[in-house]
């Protein structure tokens, strides 16, 4: 019943005035509130977004690190094909000039056969 007397004795400007006070003091109460509880429910979750992304910087640093080391087996690989195709190419050009040399003997030997026939 007090406050009531207190209504009655106020002002309307004072008592608009004491209105928009609580309704400020109310609202900061529930921003508090429901800023604690969101805290709450969201920190465990925030943590363990944090942890799977720490665990995913290390997974995509694992996989540079793959990266380097294979781009490293692939310029030993590539160095290694050049090699094996100059080592053919030289193959190829000792072959060519073994058969012009077989061709040759061959073509003396006839030669030397026909020469015998006669």
């Given at each position: 019943?007090n406050?009531?007397a207190i209504f009655?004795?106020m002002?309307v400007?004072?008592?608009?005035l004491?209105?928009?006070?609580?309704?400020?003091?109310?609202?900061?109460?529930g921003y508090?509130?429901?800023?604690?509880?969101a805290?709450?429910?969201?920190?465990?979750?925030?943590?363990?977004?944090?942890?799977?992304?720490?665990q995913?910087?290390?997974?995509?640093s694992?996989?540079?690190?793959d990266?380097?080391?294979f781009?490293?087996k692939?310029?030993?690989?590539e160095?290694?094909?050049?090699?094996l195709d100059?080592?053919?190419s030289?193959?190829?050009?000792?072959?060519?000039r073994?058969?012009?040399?077989?061709?040759?003997?061959?073509?003396?030997?006839?030669?030397l056969r026909?020469?015998?026939?006669?």
């Amino acid at each position: 019943m007090n406050s009531l007397a207190i209504f009655q004795v106020m002002s309307v400007t004072a008592a608009v005035l004491l209105i928009i006070v609580l309704l400020l003091v109310a609202g900061l109460i529930g921003y508090l509130t429901a800023w604690y509880y969101a805290k709450s429910v969201y920190t465990p979750v925030i943590k363990k977004l944090e942890d799977e992304k720490a665990q995913l910087n290390r997974q995509v640093s694992a996989l540079k690190d793959d990266i380097i080391r294979f781009k490293g087996k692939i310029a030993d690989l590539e160095k290694k094909v050049d090699d094996l195709d100059k080592d053919v190419s030289e193959r190829e050009i000792e072959i060519s000039r073994k058969n012009d040399i077989i061709s040759g003997l061959e073509n003396e030997l006839n030669t030397l056969r026909k020469k015998l026939k006669v």
